[in-house]
């Protein structure tokens, strides 16, 4: 399972119901990256899609606690982990905060856009450069669209710092050359030969 998030300087996602940025590029990735998948998202961030209904192509699992509560296209759920089964494991989760902060522990890869501007926000995801348990695996070059520039940044969790000094011995020892130590003087107990 994996995130998907599009965030201002200082991790903003939203304001009022609404995204803070519609960058065509990055919508046009979101797009790529979920279509024909799952996608997780909360009530609100269902209601804040056109027409208040589920992505089409994709199958749309939306959290929330009201059990008369019915969408289009929409499979409806009210416990996170009925969320992470009726999605499957090729699944993303998508937002808002509420969804970011509660699936994101499941979560093996967080597709981020960084936009380098900082609206006033009222929702926003964790900040990962600040947790040492995420770090990033690779970012784009700068892009820019509309005088807004972004780039994409790609977070996976950090690998423990127990692997990360076995991986480094291991390496180590494959550079240096192998040595032959010299045979121990066994003569001194030749007296015990033949017991
Ligand atoms: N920048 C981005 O990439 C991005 C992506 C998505 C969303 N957003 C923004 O994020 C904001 C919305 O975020 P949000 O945190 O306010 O709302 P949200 O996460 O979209 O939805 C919250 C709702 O999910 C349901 N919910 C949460 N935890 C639950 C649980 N444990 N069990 C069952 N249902 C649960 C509740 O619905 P009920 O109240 O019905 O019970 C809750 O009110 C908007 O501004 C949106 O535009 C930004």
Known sequence: MFAIVCVSENWGIGKNGELLFHIKDDLKRFRELTLDKSVIMGRKTLESLPG???????HNVVLTTNRDYTAENAEIIHFPV??????????AVIGGEQIYRLLLPLCDKVYVTKVFASPEAD??????????????????EIFEENGLRWQYVDYVPAQ??????????????????????PQPDLSEFSQFHGF
């Open 160 to 181: 423990e710092e127990e692997d990360e000094e076995i991986a480094a011995l291991l390496d180590s020892r494959s550079e240096e050359p192998l040595e032959f130590y």
């Open 52 to 58: 208040g209904k589920g992505l089409p192509r994709r």
């Open 123 to 140: 929702a926003f995801f964790p900040d990962l450069d600040a947790d040492p348990k995420w770090q990033v695996e690779c970012e784009s």
């Open 82 to 91: 009925e969320a992470v089964f009726a999605a499957g494991e090729d699944a």
